[in-house]
């Protein structure tokens, strides 16, 4: 039992891959999923929540080489490159003065460390993607013609809500393996001065961002995060997108069969958009000082085709 409801068992998880479906809800070809909640309204209102012309990043920087191999080329002047003499603009190679750098680069971005966006197509159960579509959609050629992150090319704007568990509990952090319920998003709206409504975005805040910080520690599979038990309260209020500073779903899920409960329910039956590995040291701090925790919230997309999602750099507008 948490303080006001029983923990689903995991039948009842089971159970929200069909009471929780938004398969057909906007159209059998929708593959926005809970994106449709962000209306012209809700942006609109979403720039409402700009009252102080504050911004801040919701991402890590993307270390080398930790996180990503990086090849840097530098060449000082460009009419030493090779192959210059043969540019057709003359300029090109008669200009001594101007040189350049340029990279190629090589990501990961799934995973415990590297702040992106999730999309639907990302997850399947029994081989199944959002909405119904088969997983066989997804080729290794050309990645995946459904549900990709492109469905997502116009941005992600809408405001966004920030509850702060850890300050909740009035600990530093949660400890690996410790699950946030529906009574501690209520007790942050509370103590907090907010309401998550339609077309919100919810950043959960765990305090792992601080101990990364404080630490350096990266965790490996086991992790404070969204319990299941959340997943219907997520639905009622119409929530667009979630985010953590963490992979999102506690490890261990608490079900023997289903790992991943969060990720699972939330992009193959709900078609909910999720944020990994958020730093929300920087949105938490700012939030407390304005007495301000719903922001104007903007998210954009690498277009990437046919991709699963895309490293993203969140930005919070108070």
Do not use: K
């Amino acid at each position: 039992m948490t303080a006001g409801r029983p923990i689903p068992t995991q039948d009842d998880v089971l159970g929200y891959f069909d009471t929780l479906s938004n398969w057909g809800r906007w159209g059998d070809d929708d593959e926005l999923g809970t994106l449709n909640h962000i209306t012209d309204d809700v942006r609109l209102a979403a720039a409402r929540a700009v009252r102080h012309g504050r911004s801040v990043s919701c991402a890590w920087e993307v270390a080398v080489p930790e996180d990503m191999e990086r090849s840097t080329t530098t060449c000082p002047c460009a009419a030493d490159m090779p192959g210059a003499e043969n540019m057709p603009v003359s300029a090109f190679h008669n200009d001594r003065r101007w040189g350049f750098s340029s990279e190629r680069l090589g990501i990961t971005f799934h995973g415990n460390t590297l702040t992106h966006i999730d999309s639907p197509c990302h997850i399947f159960w029994d081989g199944t993607m959002y909405n119904g579509r088969s997983h066989s959609l997804v080729d290794a050629a050309t990645g995946s013609a459904w549900a990709s992150v492109t469905a997502a090319a116009n941005g992600i704007i809408t405001r966004g809500v920030l509850l702060d568990i850890a300050s909740v509990r009035d600990v530093p952090w949660l400890e690996p393996g410790q699950g946030v319920f529906p009574e501690d998003l209520e007790e942050a709206e509370r103590r907090q001065g907010v309401r998550v409504r339609s077309g919100d975005a919810v950043l959960l805040r765990t305090g792992y961002g601080r101990a990364r910080h404080e630490t350096g520690a990266v965790s490996g599979f086991t992790q404070a995060g969204w319990h299941a038990s959340c997943l219907p309260w997520l639905r009622e209020r119409e929530v667009a997108l979630i985010g953590a500073d963490t992979p999102q779903d506690v490890q261990p899920s608490g079900y023997e069969d289903v790992l991943m409960p969060v990720h699972a329910v939330s992009l193959v039956a709900m078609g909910l958009w999720m944020l990994d590995n958020c730093d929300l040291e920087a949105c938490a701090t700012t939030a407390a000082e304005l007495g301000q925790w719903d922001f104007h919230l903007a998210v954009a997309p690498v277009r990437f085709a046919g991709t699963s999602g895309s490293p993203v750099n969140p930005i919070a507008t108070f």
